[in-house]
């Protein structure tokens, strides 16, 4: 029997084809999908033809942008949450039934194997659904504090609140990646955590998790700095998370800061930053802006920290806090069929989610 996988075949149109089911290889599994979140902010890119990858290439030698498109129509693997059990398992690593969270995209089975893919077991307990975090999405959110703490001691770091523990934080976008993160600073010891976004439906959902929400429409800026002062001439955030892919929000999270502060940049700008005014906060308040993307831990730390950590950090956090995330920040769980008709409302914008799961 096919499997069937969710894929953007042109712009603006969504599709569920088929997949020819492969047999198991020696040493691989079956996954087979209960559940797979949509990441919008990166998902509808590809459906509106604004991904970079589109238009070009990334080398990786160079560390530079230029080269052919390394993406084309259509795009066959689609989101990076998902939550299965072992099926047919021929490795001993991971039997038949084990519970698991992968980034295979959005299909109703994968075959796996433990030498190519990421797996991490869901422990006992945990609702299946949150697994949708686990490998992917949470330790995004883990990643940005541990670039905070290696901003604020380099390669001594030893605990994920190394950069939060006692600080002021702000963070700067309530979608999904800004309310974990959030949550993660305060399961990690921030005197303080205020998240800022202009939709009130959100700020809401935050306020729901037991965070401070303000609208970035009345200043906040003043807000917080006229709040946290340290000394004379030297107020505002110890750090923001920037986690709204728009150049205003970056410069928002700049004019958060205190004097020598860092933002630490978790967001997508597939349309570029020209609203980044560098010639005013940034230069005068001696600012810096660290790029915490997932693709690597911080210079220094690739030894002691991994993915496989920031998973484990991951669930500590759903363990805690899992009630309340699956209540507040889940706002819909749509059968896996419904998924083209979903995505296409998403990019239209006839309709708002925070978080979608599909469920298979």
Not at 120 to 133: A, E, F, S, T
Not at 143 to 154: K, S
Not at 209 to 226: I, N, Q, W, Y
Request: with cysteine; proline share 7%.
């Amino acid at each position: 029997m096919p499997e069937r996988n969710l894929i953007v075949a042109a712009p603006g149109r969504v599709e569920i084809a088929e997949v020819p089911e492969e047999s198991v290889p020696d040493g691989g599994f079956r996954a087979r999908t209960l559940f797979s979140g949509i990441s919008a902010g990166t998902e509808l890119t590809f459906l509106k033809g604004t991904n970079p990858a589109l238009h070009a290439g990334f080398d990786p030698s160079l560390g530079l942008f230029g080269a052919p498109p390394e993406q084309a129509y259509p795009v066959n693997r689609l989101g990076y949450m998902e939550v299965a059990r072992i099926e047919e398992s021929r490795t001993r690593a991971f039997p038949d039934g084990t519970m698991v969270a992968m980034t295979y995209g959005h299909r109703t089975g994968y075959i796996g194997h433990p030498l190519r893919d990421r797996v991490v077991v869901l422990p006992d307990g945990l609702d299946p659904l949150l697994g949708v975090y686990a490998a992917h999405m949470g330790p995004i959110c883990a990643n940005g504090l541990l670039h905070a703490a290696a901003d604020r001691f380099g390669p001594a770091v030893r605990s994920l609140g190394d950069g939060v523990l006692g600080a002021r934080v702000a963070v700067v976008g309530a979608g999904v990646v800004g309310l974990l993160t959030a949550l993660l600073a305060r399961a990690h010891g921030a005197a303080s955590v205020v998240v800022l976004d202009p939709t009130p439906q959100r700020r809401a959902v935050a306020e729901a998790l037991g965070l401070e929400a303000l609208s970035p429409d009345e200043d906040p800026a003043v807000t917080l700095k006229t709040r946290w002062r340290h000394a004379e001439g030297d107020r505002g955030a110890d750090v923001v998370f920037q986690c709204r892919g728009q150049a205003a929000a970056l410069q928002l999270a700049l004019r958060l800061l205190r004097p020598q502060g860092t933002v630490i940049d978790l967001a997508f700008y597939p349309g570029g930053a020209d609203e980044v005014r560098l010639g005013e906060e940034f230069h005068h308040n001696g600012l810096g802006i660290r790029c915490a993307q997932i693709g690597r831990v911080p210079r220094g730390l690739a030894h002691s920290w991994d993915r496989e950590r920031l998973s484990a950090a991951t669930l500590d956090l759903l363990r805690a806090d899992g009630e309340a995330i699956r209540k507040h920040l889940v706002t819909a769980v749509v059968p896996f069929e419904e998924g083209p008709a979903l995505l296409t409302a998403l990019a239209a914008r006839e309709r708002q989610e925070l978080q979608v799961v599909l469920s298979f």
